[in-house]
Nanobody, 126 residues
Framework: QVQLVESGGGLVQAGDSLRLSCAAS????????MAWFRQAPGKEREFVAG???????VYADSVKGRFTISRDNAKGAAYLQMNNVKPEDTAVYYC????????????????????WGQGTQVTVSS
């Protein structure tokens, strides 16, 4: 059973920092890209950041310069460091991974990903 489990969400104030974690279990994600998406109430799920096995990164314009994605290949984990958060960052954040050894042709497309976590809520107050 493949599982992605997110943690680290919570209620913070605008300007604060938060670090989300994604732990993978059930299979190795060796050689596989990982990504973070988010979904705000009443909105579609949107891409936030992605990282390849070799640690090349891609970011949505809305988070560039504020968020940093990283991974620990030995632990099968991915992280999202969120700095200077804004109220518009409020959403449920999801960790995602494509099928084994696959790198998304388009990191932004949710259909490129096979495995999803259950999500962790991030709420930013103004």
């Amino acid at each position: 059973q493949v599982q992605l489990v997110e943690s680290g969400g919570g209620l913070v104030q605008a300007g604060d920092s938060l670090r989300l974690s994604c732990a993978a279990s059930g299979r190795t994600f060796s050689g596989t890209a990982m990504a973070w998406f988010r979904q705000a109430p009443g909105k579609e799920r949107e891409f936030v950041a992605g990282i390849s096995w070799t640690r090349s990164t891609v970011y949505a314009d809305s988070v560039k310069g504020r968020f940093t994605i990283s991974r620990d290949n030995a632990k099968g984990a991915a992280y999202l460091q969120m700095n200077n958060v804004k109220p518009e960052d409020t959403a449920v954040y999801y960790c995602a991974a494509p099928r084994p050894l696959f790198s998304p042709g388009d990191y932004y497309r949710s259909s490129e990903y096979t495995y999803w976590g259950q999500g962790t809520q991030v709420t930013v107050s103004s």
